[in-house]
């Protein structure tokens, strides 16, 4: 986290030239593909009407910050947090839950094409990932994960009003935070043997609004 800090104190400082900054809100959808955590629940605590499916939404928000260096060149620092959960009976009259919350910051370059009333940003970045995750059969048992990941970006933003626009964005996210644990113990695959990570491929959507400084 330290490594984010310093290039936002960086970017700051730079601030001082007259460049541009947006800062961005959003909300959105992720559709992902998680094999260890689909399988986790499929073989041990699933009902054949209730499976997880190959490709599961989970819902995400983010914040911004972009510095725009060049008319066609921005950095930008990003922090986003996936949540996701699945709740299926279990036992007598009782419940298995389990979720989990993501944060995602990343440092990422754009390339930008401006124009009159409108934006439009490609880019990518990388940064790391943090998962704590809670799972209740009976008695709830917090595990967590870290590790990093990479992010391939669209965005456009369109004029509202002076400084204020709508943004529509999409991401493609490889996230690789591992294998979970609380020190003492891991979440076991009981059909494989496997330990669980969230380790996951996700296409995402997201809508939001930016505000040009």
Same mark, same amino acid.
């Given at each position: ?35 260890s !955590?689909r ?5 041990s605590?699933?009902?054949? @009407?209730?499976?997880?499916t190959? !490709? ?24 986003n ?16 839950? %389990?979720?989990? /919350? ?16 409108y934006?439009? &940003?490609?880019? @990518? @970045? ?15 048992? /917090?595990? /967590?994960?870290? $590790? !990093? ?6 965005? $456009? ?6 400084? !204020?626009?709508?943004? %529509? ?6 996230? *690789?935070?591992?294998? =979970? ?5 891991? =979440? ?6 496997? &330990? *669980?990570?969230?380790?996951? %491929?996700?296409?995402? %959507? ?8």
């Amino acid at each position: 986290m330290k490594w984010i800090l310093i290039l936002l104190f960086v970017l700051v400082s730079l601030s001082n030239i007259g460049a541009q900054w947006d800062l961005n809100f959003a909300m959105g959808l992720d559709f992902k593909s998680s094999p260890s !955590f689909r399988d986790y629940i499929n073989s041990s605590y699933a009902s054949p @009407g209730n499976q997880v499916t190959s !490709f599961k939404s989970s819902v995400g928000f983010s914040t911004e910050a972009d510095y725009e260096i060049h008319d066609n060149f921005a950095l930008g620092i990003e922090y986003n947090l996936q949540i996701d959960s699945y709740t299926a009976p279990f036992g007598n009259g009782g419940a298995y839950e %389990i979720s989990y /919350n993501q944060h995602r910051p990343s440092v990422i370059a754009y390339y930008v094409i401006p124009g009159n009333g409108y934006q439009f &940003k490609f880019g @990518g @970045g990388l940064g790391y990932r943090y998962v704590s995750l809670s799972e209740r059969v009976f008695t709830s048992t /917090n595990y /967590n994960a870290s $590790g !990093f990941g990479f992010l391939l970006r669209a965005v $456009g933003n369109t004029l509202l009003s002076k400084n !204020f626009y709508a943004l %529509i964005g999409a991401d493609l996210r490889y996230d *690789l935070p591992g294998e =979970l644990s609380n020190g003492s113990k891991s =979440l076991i695959n009981n059909a494989s043997g496997e &330990k *669980l990570n969230l380790n996951s %491929i996700s296409i995402g %959507i997201y809508l939001g609004i930016t505000l040009t400084l």
